[in-house]
């Protein structure tokens, strides 16, 4: 197990996925103060069930990703500017107390891939769905990723990135996030994406 320093979140960070931070609240600006003094600059991300991310008392759930820092600007009134990017899975095993900012025990959660030889192929399958349905939702005014943003060679980081490109709802996400390896993601994804295309091809007729 290792200590992490916390950031809750009204959203789904996957790994290899770019996160973005205004942060303003004084205990996640000593979180970013923390995070620069270390060798890794890393904190942990989870998706908050119920509440906000400002001011706490929020619900969280256990599975979340680490996140590194890549570029802190300091602003005026000690707030900050912060790009990180998702690295590995993490389920939190317990909250420790708050110092000021939360804190939790965290392990590690690798990805499983029972059937390898399947990944290829979701890929191949599904890239062109998910680029068809971000860029119809793109059009649809919708704030989403670029549809064109290359994807990696490695099928692990691929299936991940498909998921974040793909116009879904962060509990869609969430559960993206849960799969245990490429292959179950990407069916997954396959599963929830047919009802994005019905939903995006009736707005697109009703507009």
């Given at each position: ?10 959203s ?46 929020d ?77 119809l ?5 919708d ?65």
């Amino acid at each position: 197990m290792a200590v992490l320093p916390m950031f809750p979140l009204g959203s789904v960070l996957l790994p290899g996925g770019i996160l973005t931070l205004h942060v303003f609240e004084p205990r996640y600006q000593a979180l970013v103060r923390a995070c620069i003094d270390t060798e890794d600059h890393e904190f942990g991300t989870v998706l908050i069930e119920r509440g906000s991310e400002v001011g706490g008392g929020d619900v969280r759930r256990d599975m979340g990703t680490v996140a590194r820092m890549v570029q802190v600007a300091e602003l005026d009134g000690g707030r900050f500017a912060v790009v990180a990017v998702g690295t590995h899975r993490m389920m939190v095993r317990s909250w420790l107390p708050d110092d000021p900012y939360p804190v939790a025990d965290v392990d590690e959660v690798p990805d499983v891939e029972r059937e390898p030889d399947r990944v290829d192929a979701l890929l191949r399958e599904l890239t062109p769905r998910v680029r068809r349905a971000t860029a119809l939702a793109m059009e649809l005014g919708d704030p989403v990723a670029d549809p064109q943003q290359d994807l990696s060679d490695d099928p692990l980081i691929a299936s991940y990135q498909l998921s974040a490109l793909a116009p879904l709802g962060d509990v869609d996400r969430f559960d993206l996030l849960m799969a245990a390896g490429p292959s179950a993601r990407l069916e997954l994804l396959r599963d929830r994406l047919g009802d994005v295309e019905t939903l995006l091809r009736f707005r697109l007729d009703a507009g």
